[in-house]
């Protein structure tokens, strides 16, 4: 269900379900236990308490009293159930006016029980008497509201068992998350693998959550966005309970941390891939973009931290390491330098690849582990993964397992079994030998497509061509520096559309090209058709060259003028080269 105050500040999970089954409870019984579950948010719970009890009763009784029948966050997604009633939470938006929020107001004041508002009745220029029902305001909702939601999914037998918050952590599975600009869903589908691969008892049953989809692996269902709003979240953390989930491996997104989506969420490991410049059309600077990420590493947000797996070799690995360390988690570093030298008190763990050698068919990696709490060793490894960078996600996926109870020594018989996620440096099957390297990744990210670039061109006896484009609707300053980023290694560039949405696609490749000098010009092919911009380099790559198609990875769609169509870059490049073998 999506957040109606904003489409795209709170955005909807279409794999939580939707019809979950719990009995009616009252809002009093919800309050009373989530100041059990939550003692340093009493007083915010005691407020919502004393506030709701001197509300103006419903028809159907006391406000308190009243069956609940669950919480909304999207006014168009109440229920109509005489019985029971929805209570209806509106949170600010970071994109829609004022006014947009008091028809919401307004509609949900039609079937909800209460609303209960982050924003102030004063600015919403909206009493009870206005629209007719109790609006409770919660300046501070977002600190509670996940684990309210959590509560809320319970059998009323199950929540009346709900004494302390351990209480509630045995009814949910295990979490580690992920966050970064790029690595995300490699690393948590890693170390979802890992876990299931140890055949640990309580590791073997794993899940994941994200930008390739939520569920089991080998059925996950295709996600909208990578954190889902906090009811999306907490409906999908119960339905894997309920399926008897033990690890979900989930991505945490800088809008979701930023927000508070993952609020009562148990987050036990936090791993830290990377930054780099992207959501600037979100976040006003870079600092503010990592103040975000590191939230995933405050205990004062996530409780339940025991580790924090950070990546040592980028440049704002210190905030988060010095985050986790004021909080009392304990920190593992991870580097692909063997020269690495760490200047940061309270380091407990330090993962380093001594020794890197890559190819087309994965890579050989030497890993030496220098720690307080684990035996120091050194491991070889076989990586099916291409690319250096993945590297750094192996390393980061090893950690994380660790951190969650699989064994070093276990490591290099469960690395070589490992499956790059979807869409990421993914190899498509020639259909003959003449066809060259064609490589799909969902490198959109100056940073990203810089990196998967450099780990072929090394491997490239040919040419590299490098096939991208820019997401409309999205940060224009972007868009020159992926230009960039791509000519700076590729010996070719075609660029193309991404998701224009409602731009004009001509539009942002002129944007792509600003500051492209001559000789730039002479090696950059512009088609703004993207499947005319593969079939063009299917037909011109040699043998001997190397191509990727970056931006959109495991995609299916591309969003034009506010509709989506299928598009699926892997399928559209299969069928190029079957038809190129043909011709």
Known sequence: MTTHTSHSDTPSNNTAQENTTVSALTLQQLLTTAQQVLPHHKNTLQHMLQDAEQAVSTEQGALLQLP????VLDSRQLTTDAATKDIFVLLKSHTQPIEKSQQYAQAAAQQAACIISEIDPADLQLSEQDIGCPLLYVPNIRDVLGTLIQLSLLP????????????????????????????????????????????????????VMGT????????????????????????????????????????????????????????????????????????????????????????????????????????????????????????????????????????????VASSISPSLTGVEIELTVDSNSIATDSIKLHSPLLGRFNVANVLAAVAGAMALGVPLDAMPALVKQLQGASGRMQRAESANDDQGVFIVDYAHTPDALTQVLTSLKSHCEGKLWAVFGCGGDRDKGKRPLMAQAGLSVA??????????????????????????????????????????????VVQQAGAQDIVVIAGKGHETYQEIKGVRYDFDDRLILQEALIEAHQG
């Open 491 to 536: 010996d070719q560039v075609v660029l193309t559309s991404d998701n224009p949405r409602s731009e004009d696609p001509v539009l942002i490749l002129e944007d792509m090209q600003q500051g492209m000098t001559e000789a730039q010009h002479q090696k950059t092919t512009v088609i703004a058709d993207r499947k005319q911009a593969i079939n063009y």
């Open 68 to 71: 609940v029948s669950q919480f």
């Open 156 to 207: 009323s037998s199950t929540l009346s068992q709900i004494q302390s918050t351990q209480d509630l952590l045995q009814q949910l599975p295990q979490v580690i998350a992920v966050t970064g600009t790029n690595g995300k869903t490699t690393i948590s589908q890693l170390i979802a693998q890992l876990c299931h691969l140890s055949a640990l008892p309580e590791l073997a049953d794993s899940a």
């Open 212 to 351: 390739a989809g939520n569920g089991r692996l080998g059925s996950l269902v295709q996600a909208s966005h990578t954190t889902g709003d906090a009811l999306a979240v907490q409906r999908f953390l119960r339905q894997m309970q309920q399926e008897g989930v033990d690890v979900l491996a989930l991505e945490a997104s800088s809008h979701g941390l930023d927000q508070q989506r993952l609020q009562g969420v148990p987050v036990k490991v936090a791993v830290y891939s990377n930054l780099s410049r992207d959501h600037l059309d979100y976040h006003p600077d870079m600092q503010d973009y990592a103040r975000a990420k590191a939230r995933l590493f405050d205990k004062a947000y996530f409780p339940q931290l025991t580790h924090a797996i950070i990546n040592i070799d980028d440049d704002f690995a210190p905030m988060m390491a010095k985050t986790a360390i004021d909080s009392g988690v304990k920190v593992w570093l991870y580097s692909l330098n063997p020269e690495v030298s760490v200047n940061i008190d309270g380091v407990d763990a330090l993962f």
